[in-house]
């Protein structure tokens, strides 16, 4: 993920972070059953999926933090 994707992602509401860390909870479910059936050519992709999950959660934590 690049910087501008990270800023752009802080900057978002917390139901668009909710979003994206329920579609890459399935695209992560979805790349540990290619794993296992020996499909994935980018293992490195399962690394970047479960940063970008982190990240969203961490905005959104922040986000309901800093709003009290």
């Known amino acids: 993920m690049k910087k501008k994707d990270?800023?752009?992602m802080k900057h978002k509401s917390?139901?668009?972070l909710?979003?994206?860390a329920g579609e890459s909870?399935?695209?992560?479910r979805a790349l540990?059953?290619?794993?296992a059936a020996g499909k994935?050519?980018?293992v490195a992709e399962l690394r970047e999926v479960r940063k970008r999950i982190a990240r969203a959660k961490t905005f959104i934590k922040e986000q309901m933090?800093?709003?009290q």
Do not use: A, G, W, Y
């Not at 909870?25 to 992560?28: P, V």
């Not at 540990?32 to 794993?35: A, C, I, K, T, V």
């Open 6 to 8: 990270i800023q752009e």
């Open 14 to 16: 917390p139901m668009e």
């Open 18 to 20: 909710e979003r994206i």
């Open 25 to 28: 909870t399935e695209r992560l």
């Open 32 to 35: 540990r059953f290619d794993l």
């Open 40 to 42: 994935v050519k980018n």
């Open 65 to 67: 933090t800093s709003s």
